[in-house]
């Protein structure tokens, strides 16, 4: 067999060389290819294409749950729910700025959404250097619970800091929340359990070192959970999870004859503005790395429902170029590409961040109730109709 000369040989290796610098770049650059959650008309799917000012503006009925006081001047993470015919919403109280120990749990109670009854103390106040956030209300088994993250010190992550999700139960009888119990340790979950389809229960799970997981159980008994790992904090360069949310994709026609699946969507804390993006095809046991999204984010906490008119509604602070200043409500028809978004028109005197959003359908309305401030919870409630005219929007 002839000998190969040297200068070809060297002319392959390079070659070979260079196909695989090639290959290598277009791995990297598919990797920082977004994924498409949001497609807007006019700026499709060119995030930074998108002009606020011009977007369809949401009215509704606005309403005040709570007013901030000079003695308790702190309030975030509202939770809404509807149960025995009456509107319940529940949010973490505390005296200067937040997750300061001997922060606790309040609630109040509304017939329409729009005048509320003064607050109560769910949990009453912590033992000395400990504190409460507010988790949300869950009824299992026809049992009224309040999820209550305990924690250590300043803030719930951190190290030491003997953090637990509680639940309280509502005592109908003496009109009183008893502590039931401790659902999980070492987790703080974002908002309270969802059904699979298996008829299991799910929520996400943050550890104290913001590495997150799902529980699945729950049905044997509310502190029976089996954790599912999705994303270490450190696992992804320049990314840093924080409060995940997720659904079952179930609406549009693509999706008729597909694999059902299940989408999670994370905060990005690493400095992205933008949403993160995995999924699940095995019913939460395991997820895909977290990727990129190209639907904007102002580095905070989003919610999403599925409504009765077919539209899935992601609210959230789609703005960073003014961070939590707006509060916007984008639509969905499969539930994985969102193709309208709206500003919501929540009066604002002077200027004021407007955050941490949580909604439930009630009587052909969204009940959207957030912060205001930090110090003050407040709601705005917005006709169903109106939102469903979005789909038709120019």
Not at 47 to 67: M, S
Not at 110 to 129: C, F, H, N, Q, R
Not at 150 to 176: C, H, I, P, R
Not at 257 to 273: C, M, T, Y
Request: glycine share 8%; aromatic share 10%; proline share 6%.
């Amino acid at each position: 067999m002839p000998s190969v000369p040297r200068c070809v040989i060297a002319g392959l290796l390079l070659f070979a060389g260079f196909l695989t610098a090639c290959s290598v770049r277009a791995a990297f650059a598919e990797e920082l290819k977004p994924a498409t959650v949001l497609d807007l008309p006019g700026s499709g799917t060119d995030e930074k294409a998108i002009d606020y000012t011009k977007l369809p503006v949401l009215r509704g009925k606005h309403a005040v749950i709570c007013a901030t006081t000079p003695e308790w001047k702190f309030q975030l993470h509202n939770y809404l729910l509807h149960h025995e015919g009456k509107l319940w919403c529940m949010w973490s109280h505390g005296p200067e700025v937040e997750d300061l120990p001997t922060q606790h749990i309040s609630y109040a109670t509304s017939d329409d959404g729009l005048k509320w009854s003064e607050p109560e103390s769910i949990t009453g106040p912590p033992p000395a250097g400990y504190a409460y956030i507010a988790r949300g209300l869950w009824v299992r088994d026809g049992e009224l619970l309040a999820l209550a993250a305990f924690y250590k010190g300043k803030g719930a992550f951190g190290v030491n800091k003997e953090l637990k999700l509680q639940a309280y139960a509502w005592d109908g009888k003496t009109e009183s929340w008893n502590l039931k119990g401790t659902v999980a340790d070492n987790a703080i979950n974002n908002f309270p359990p969802q059904r699979l389809p298996s008829g299991e229960w799910m929520t996400t799970k943050r550890d104290s070192r913001f590495n997150v997981s799902m529980l699945i159980g729950g049905q044997k008994s509310f502190d029976d959970w089996q954790a599912f790992p999705v994303v270490e904090r450190t696992k992804i360069k320049g990314f840093s999870p924080d409060e995940p949310i997720w659904w079952e994709v179930t609406g549009g026609k693509a999706n008729a004859k597909a694999e059902k699946k299940l989408v999670a969507l994370f905060r990005d804390n690493g400095g992205s503005s933008r949403l993160f993006q995995a999924f699940s095809t095995d019913q939460g046991r395991t997820w895909t790395l977290p990727v990129i999204s190209n639907f904007p984010n102002s580095t905070s906490k989003i919610f999403s429902l599925q409504t009765s008119i077919g539209l899935r509604v992601l609210v959230s602070n789609a703005n960073p170029g003014i961070g939590r200043r707006e509060l916007h409500l984008s639509t969905s028809s499969d539930g994985l590409t969102f193709r309208r978004m709206a500003r919501l028109d929540i009066p604002s005197p002077k200027p004021a961040t407007l955050q941490y959003p949580h909604a439930i359908e009630h009587e052909g309305h969204l009940l959207i109730a957030f912060s205001r401030n930090k110090n003050q919870s407040e709601l705005i409630k917005v006709s169903l109709a109106e939102i469903a005219a979005l789909t038709t929007a120019q």
